[in-house]
């Protein structure tokens, strides 16, 4: 893989390469912002020192750069708003994953949508991908209507695909894009 260190989306919403240096933004959001990014995200729960943030951000670098999946922090105006990157890539079927979470005080400004297309553009032109694909809790709306918006295609969902905080499973929708549509 190509190494993609920073993507200007705009003037205000930038993304970088995933570094140590961010643990404590990473880790402080998540502590502040608990009981709201807990509701749907698995990790929340299982991060309580800055620590676990940093194990985090270690288990992406340490992976060889050729075979490393990027992992972007989201900048609005400057600050650190949220994660964006590509997981679950496959090479040799050309697919990816696109997963993000968005501090609570940035929603509603379109940056998800617009990082995404970052990525989606990035993935479709310099990665050689061919599908890409989204997955949402259900009921987990505002993430939901970011594929939607972009144009992603519903399969179908996944039964129980997801473990989350209280140990509660929860159904996952999947929608994708090819490079062709």
């Not at 749907?40 to 676990?52: A, G, Q």
């Not at 400057?78 to 993000?100: C, H, R, V």
């Not at 809790?137 to 939901?144: F, K, L, Q």
Request: one cysteine or more; a negative charge; glycine letters at 6%.
């Amino acid at each position: 893989m190509n190494n993609f260190e920073e993507i200007h989306v705009t003037n205000d919403i930038q993304l970088r390469q995933i570094e140590l240096s961010d643990a404590d933004d990473i880790f402080e959001t998540i502590d502040n912002q608990r009981v709201y990014l807990g509701e749907w995200l698995p990790f929340v729960e299982s991060t309580k020192r800055v620590e676990d943030t940093i194990h985090f951000i270690e288990s992406i670098l340490n992976v060889p750069v050729e075979i490393r999946e990027h992992t972007f922090v989201i900048h609005y105006k400057g600050k650190f708003a949220g994660l964006i990157g590509f997981k679950s890539t496959d090479k040799q079927n050309k697919e990816t994953e696109i997963g993000y979470w968005l501090s609570e005080p940035f929603q509603k400004k379109g940056i998800i949508t617009l990082a995404v297309q970052s990525l989606m553009k990035l993935a479709f032109e310099e990665m050689d991908i061919h599908r890409i694909q989204i997955k949402c809790a259900v009921g987990n709306i505002p993430s939901r209507s970011i594929p939607l918006k972009l144009g992603f295609k519903y399969e179908g969902s996944e039964r129980d695909g997801e473990l989350l905080t209280g140990n509660k499973y929860t159904d996952i929708e999947v929608y994708s894009k090819l490079k062709n549509d």
